[in-house]
């Protein structure tokens, strides 16, 4: 289920989520609808590095087959 929003806009609103339930300021069930949205918009965000990591693979072997590598996490910057 695409949201139609930039992967940023996706991530933004993650950010958002996850500062108001951390603030405690909403009912039980607010938190619930907000936590299931924040999955939701976390597995999209997952699926398109993916198709974007795909891609840059495929990328790479066109243009003469330069050896993909593995990228750790501590070289994301994260």
Do not use: P
Not at 5 to 28: A, D
Request: proline share 0%; hydrophobic share 30%.
């Amino acid at each position: 289920m695409e949201t139609g929003k930039s992967f940023e806009e996706k991530l933004k609103r993650v950010e958002e989520i996850i500062e108001k339930i951390q603030r405690r300021e909403t009912t039980l069930d607010e938190m619930l609808a907000s936590f299931e949205e924040g999955s939701k918009l976390l597995n999209e965000c997952r699926e398109e590095l993916t198709r974007a990591e795909n891609r840059i693979k495929m990328l790479i072997e066109q243009e003469g087959g330069i050896e993909a590598q593995e990228v750790k996490k501590e070289e994301l910057g994260s």
